[in-house]
């Protein structure tokens, strides 16, 4: 059966590859502001998460999956990083997704069962230098959907995804070459980065369960980064 399935960003990175997995069968509604790399069965609605409301009209009665993709990689020491820094990390983050979440919450419990996914990072569950900032934001995210899963229970599951360093736009800077790559592959136990897809594929996995047993999870896709010691 076909689900309906909103991700607020989808164009890029992550959320894109979740979009290429779920289009073919499936409902899906991209809020994002750029529409590229959107196959047409996907329905997209113009969207800014940090200044706009998401017009629900635009959306069908009922949500079954919803994933938050927007994100930063704000990586300085913490003496040059401004207050303004963390109140922009946050923003993007968690308050965005907050008010994102808080819009939708009535269609996804409308069906009995459905999922959402949120995005972490392995900085909060390891300590990381020059991750401050970034690795605030996300913990933020992840006591929450703790706290959202345990609420809203047996009727939405709720669940987190934290990656190490993924491939994506996003972290272009940091990965723009290929003695880069493998410089940064070298710090994982399975020695390179993420893809987009090593991350999309437990995304859809937590999407597709009609009757999950999963939920209020913080799950590691990171290379074995921050859980092996291989000495």
């Known amino acids: 059966m076909s689900k309906n399935i909103l991700l607020i960003g989808g164009s890029h990175g992550i959320g894109n590859a979740i979009v290429q997995h779920l289009h073919e069968g499936n409902n899906v509604y991209v809020a994002s ?35 938050y993709c927007p994100g930063s990689i704000n990586l300085k020491p913490f003496k ?5 820094h963390f109140e922009e990390d946050m923003e993007i ?16 419990t409308k069906n009995g069962t459905s999922s959402i996914v949120y995005f972490s ?28 899963a345990a609420e809203y229970a047996p009727t939405v599951r709720v669940n987190v995804i934290a990656p190490s360093l993924v491939d994506t736009p996003l972290a272009g800077r940091l990965l ?6 493998e410089k ?9 980065v993420g893809t987009p ?4 594929s437990l995304a859809v996995f937590l999407l597709n369960q009609n009757e999950g047993w999963i939920t209020g999870q913080v799950i590691g896709v990171n290379g074995g980064k921050g859980s092996l010691n291989l000495g």
Do not use: C, W
């Not at 940064?184 to 390179?192: E, T, Y």
């Open 184 to 192: 940064m592959g070298d710090m994982h136990p399975l020695k390179r």
């Open 176 to 181: 723009n070459n290929d003695a880069k790559k």
């Open 121 to 148: 990072t392995v900085a909060v569950s390891t300590g990381m230098p020059f991750h401050t900032s970034v690795a605030a934001a996300k913990g933020a995210i992840e006591g929450y959907a703790r706290a959202l």
């Open 197 to 200: 897809e090593d991350i999309a």
């Open 33 to 67: 502001r750029e529409n590229e790399n959107l196959p047409d069965s996907v329905t997209h609605i113009p969207f800014d998460a940090l200044t706009e409301e998401l017009d629900t009209s635009l959306l069908p009665e009922s949500l079954d999956g919803f994933v």
């Open 93 to 108: 983050n968690f308050f965005s997704l907050i008010k994102a979440t808080r819009t939708v919450l009535p269609l996804l």
């Open 80 to 84: 040059m990083l401004k207050q303004s």
